[in-house]
């Protein structure tokens, strides 16, 4: 393969880094360096700015380990490799990075002759990923294409069916026999996520080969099964609460990071609320979808329907074609495309047996504005449509059609301004925690996301936003001010301005500090004296 990947390398120790960096040929072997770091800290905010294919870090590095890094770097980008750098006796401690995607372990010391041959395998290492994740032939067993068929067919059932007859035992029963989940019902916990692949026109493109990435990450994380069906592949996670929470989050980055180097094409994921039944995979599996439109439509990142909207978007039921576009659309489309939906659908001169779908089409527009609007802004909305009276006895008219245009177009405002609304309380909300609460050390993006009920990536990329930077550094702010004005105004201690400021290592704080001021907190002190 011709992949050329980026690289960060992290180390403390200056001339060996640099030694690194300018004794191997890098881009020969398939590799661009694109940072470098001489700390944990640094190397995460370089992991978060550039997003580099490869991490290559010391294991002991100043502020945090390089097992704490690599924690770190996954949660900001799942998709990244990383490599360990470590003498002998740090090689079993090393090991216990082995859960945070560990592509290699490096002996100090390495000459750049040993680093390039280290490089090469790791090079292969990435490229044999990638390949694996695009083969689309696996040669499957009798017994394994039988599995592969009941696991069709009971997700499909699953997701599918809204009436809900079959018994809870049964299901589970079932889905502990394909390896989805335990057959106990109690501490179980579910989400459906609908993954689409998308060209560069937005059309959704998704084959039965997709499937191979969505699973290859689930299965690294937590049980789960999936199911590809009419140009949408559909997962179940199944786990503990607080499993399911955090690697749906993370396995739908990874994935959606992972589209184009594996698939040559970006995709959207949708990923529904958590459920405690079975059942209930039914309404999930449309919350599921819905959220993947509005991934498709917005282009930056999975969508978790908790970061949509609070209220139900789908009843679960097997709504036409049409209007189930249409609410898609209303709920998460612009304006024009509310717009050139329905009168492409109008000027198709509706026959007599239109009616039902029009009156369809009316209680759509109708039910999306129901949970935004009070009765007179409904009346306000819908006071036009005067030709209800008599639409069982006349013809539909262009001018009917016009006055139901405009009342789609009038929820699809309300909604887009509702949620406006929803996204500038939450930011406020955020930034309230991080303002009261900036001396909690404990605070971070999973934390807050879990208070205000909403996903990491959602929270992560809402801030950036609509306050043009990232959770760390709008933290880092807050602190860095409330450590200023103590070290000016009280003649407290370093080490418990640190502490009130969030930080347990005063040589941590000493170095942000001075970092983020230009000045050490003594010398600051010093420079007012």
């Known amino acids: 393969m011709n992949s050329m990947y980026s690289v960060v390398v992290a180390d403390d120790e200056a001339h060996l880094r640099k030694s690194l960096i300018h004794g191997v040929r890098w881009e020969s072997i398939g590799f661009k360096v694109v940072g470098e770091a001489s700390n944990g800290a640094e190397a995460l905010d370089l992991v978060e700015k550039l997003s580099p294919d490869l991490l290559l870090t010391d294991i002991k590095m100043p502020f945090f380990s390089g097992i704490e890094l690599a924690r770190r770097a996954r949660e900001i980008r799942p998709v990244i490799n990383i490599a360990f750098i470590s003498g002998y006796d740090d090689f079993n401690f090393a090991q216990q990075g082995i859960e945070y995607n560990i592509i290699s372990y490096i002996l100090k010391p390495v000459s750049a002759v040993e680093m390039t041959k280290n490089l090469t395998a790791i090079k292969e290492k990435m490229d044999g990923k990638i390949s694996f994740l695009r083969t689309s032939k696996d040669v499957k067993g009798l017994k394994e294409q039988l599995r592969e068929e009941s696991l069709k067919a009971f997700l499909l059932s699953l997701f599918l069916d809204s009436n809900g007859a079959t018994k809870e035992s049964s299901l589970y029963e079932a889905a502990e026999a394909l390896g989805i989940c335990a057959a106990d019902e109690s501490g179980q916990y579910h989400r459906v996520m609908v ?6 026109e937005n059309r959704v493109v998704t084959s039965p080969e997709h499937r191979k990435l969505v699973d290859s990450t689930l299965f690294k994380y937590i049980n789960a099964g999936s199911v590809h069906s009419s140009s949408k592949i559909i997962s179940l996670i199944s786990g503990a609460q607080p499993d399911v929470n955090r690697y749906s989050d993370i396995s739908a980055k990874e994935i959606y990071q992972s589209a184009n180097l594996v698939w040559g094409a970006s995709c959207a994921i949708g990923v529904s609320g958590i459920f405690s039944r079975l059942g209930m995979a039914n309404k999930a599996y449309f919350d599921a979808e819905a959220a993947c439109e509005y991934s498709r439509l917005r282009r930056d990142g999975p969508s978790f329907i908790s970061d949509i ?3 139900r ?16 659309l209303l709920k998460f489309g612009s304006v024009e495309n509310v717009r050139e939906f ?29 949970d935004l609007a009070d009765d007179a802004g409904l009346r306000d909305i819908f006071s036009n449509l005067t030709f209800l009276d008599n639409i069982l006895l006349h013809a539909f008219s262009s001018e009917a ?10 929820v699809n405002a309300l909604i887009a301004e509702r949620r406006k609304k929803t996204s500038s309380l939450l930011v406020d909300r955020a930034m309230d925690i991080i303002w009261t609460e900036y001396g909690d050390e404990a605070l971070s993006l999973a934390s807050l996301s879990d208070r205000l009920h909403i996903s990491v990536s959602y929270l992560s990329a809402l801030l950036k936003k609509t306050k043009g930077d990232s959770f760390i550094n709008l933290l880092t702010h807050r602190r860095m001010e409330a450590a200023k004005e103590k070290v000016l105004c009280t003649g407290k201690k370093n080490i418990e301005i640190a502490a009130e400021c969030g930080y347990s290592d005063q040589h941590y704080f000493s170095y942000c500090f001075k970092k983020y001021h230009g000045l050490s907190p003594n010398k600051m002190r010093d420079s007012v004296r």
């Open 309 to 311: 909207e609070s209220s």
């Open 342 to 370: 329905l009168a492409k659908i109008f000027d198709e001169k509706l026959p007599q047996n239109g009616r039902i779908l029009l009156l369809e089409i009316i209680s759509t527009v109708y039910r999306a504005a129901g």
């Open 313 to 328: 978007v789908y009843s679960g039921e097997d709504i036409h074609r049409v209007t189930t576009e249409l609410e898609r």
């Open 195 to 200: 993954t689409w692949a998308v060209d560069s």
């Open 401 to 410: 059609a016009s006055d139901v245009i405009r009342c789609a177009e009038s």
